[in-house]
T-cell receptor, first 113, second 114 residues
Framework: EAQVTQNPRYLITVTGKKLTVTCSQNMNHEYMSWYRQDPGLGLRQIYYSMNVEVTDKGDVPEGYKVSRKEKRNFPLILESPSPNQTSLYFC????????????FGSGTRLTVV | GDSVTQMEGPVTLSEEAFLTINCTYTATGYPSLFWYVQYPGEGLQLLLKATKADDKGSNKGFEATYRKETTSFHLEKGSVQVSDSAVYFCALSALNTNAGKSTFGDGTTLTVKP
């Protein structure tokens, strides 16, 4: 089944403790992206990648890192999480052409206390 | 920069009512336009898309037409069902050097009552 898999689904952590949210896709998509969803703020793009070793900032990159060492994986790294990063995170992937819509993962609910 | 403005919600309708959710956009060039749907507790799913002016995207009874002259991509359905209750997002993807960047509207919550 074609899908984007994120892990974990739920995570509660403490301020300053480094964490990684994994994302993997099995569709051989070139483009991958991370979004955060917050009430009243909609969906905001954190980082995106157009291919292996090619990443760029989205609208809200501060406090996040990403890497794209393999085509299928695009982990999101929070080196020193803070409470304002409490959010619902989505990973998504699509084909290279801009006319392809994104396939989204099921989301990761992160709480930083 | 690019932006997407959606009709504010929430929207509450009775079953079999007509649905319109307005979406307008600002972008350089000719973006591709999308509607996504998010059911409770799930990720977003692509509902329909249009890639050039006057294209009509359709799926599951929903339709939207790419109107370049009014920079709009309004979502419509002739007869909604309770199962259509969800959050709907309008989005665009640019056709330029920032093609990896996609912009989403804030989402419109639809509740359909029996």
């Amino acid at each position: 089944e074609a899908q984007v898999t994120q892990n974990p689904r739920y995570l509660i952590t403490v301020t300053g403790k480094k964490l990684t949210v994994t994302c993997s896709q099995n569709m051989n998509h070139e483009y991958m992206s991370w979004y955060r969803q917050d009430p009243g703020l909609g969906l905001r793009q954190i980082y995106y990648s157009m291919n292996v070793e090619v990443t760029d900032k989205g609208d809200v990159p501060e406090g996040y890192k990403v890497s794209r060492k393999e085509k299928r994986n695009f982990p999101l790294i929070l080196e020193s999480p803070s409470p304002n990063q409490t959010s619902l995170y989505f990973c998504a992937s699509r084909t290279q052409g801009a006319d392809g819509g994104y396939t989204f993962g099921s989301g990761t609910r992160l709480t930083v206390v | 920069g690019d932006s997407v403005t959606q009709m504010e919600g929430p929207v509450t309708l009775s079953e079999e009512a007509f649905l319109t959710i307005n979406c307008t956009y600002t972008a350089t060039g000719y973006p591709s336009l999308f509607w996504y749907v998010q059911y409770p507790g799930e990720g977003l799913q692509l509902l329909l898309k249009a890639t050039k002016a006057d294209d009509k995207g359709s799926n599951k009874g929903f339709e939207a037409t790419y109107r370049k002259e009014t920079t709009s991509f309004h979502l419509e359905k002739g007869s909604v069902q309770v199962s259509d209750s969800a959050v709907y997002f309008c989005a665009l993807s640019a056709l330029n050097t920032n093609a990896g960047k996609s912009t989403f509207g804030d989402g419109t919550t639809l509740t359909v009552k029996p």
